[in-house]
């Protein structure tokens, strides 16, 4: 069977219409979530025991005006911390605990995240890296 175009035309102006009251007024902005794992290494380095906690992945990267989502598991048998100053995060997680942290909208720069609980040369720290558009 033959359709006829200006049965097309109709039909193609009223899915249009139908589409664009369905449509959202706004685009949501676009989202990032980093599975982050905390995990203590025991190792020893020339008959020194040493030991070492790492976030995997250590490093994180999103856009301005993203919103990013980080949802942390500490995997380590003592509490861990999760901060980033920049954004006011200072998390503390239990051993086996898992917490979701949101910072809705991030801004261009370089931000470290690191453990508030112990010293930098023990947990590794990491670096949210924030592009501009």
């Known amino acids: 069977m033959r359709i006829r175009r200006p049965v097309l035309v109709l039909l193609a102006a009223l899915a249009l219409l139908l589409g664009a009251i369905s449509l959202p007024l706004a685009a949501p902005r676009g989202e990032r979530t980093y599975r982050v794992t905390m995990k203590l290494w025991k190792a020893t380095v020339e008959g020194v025991s040493t030991l070492a906690v790492t976030n995997d992945p250590a490093d994180a990267i999103a856009y301005a005006g993203e ?15 999760f901060a980033i100053d920049a954004y006011g995060i200072r998390e503390t997680l239990q051993p086996n605990e898992t917490k979701r ?3 809705p909208r991030v801004r261009a720069g370089a931000f470290t995240i690191y453990c508030h609980l112990h010293p930098w040369s023990v947990h590794q720290t990491g670096t949210l890296l924030v592009l501009s558009r």
């Open 101 to 103: 942290i949101v910072i």
């Open 67 to 81: 919103r990013v989502v980080f949802v942390v598991r500490n995997q380590s048998p003592i509490p861990e911390g």
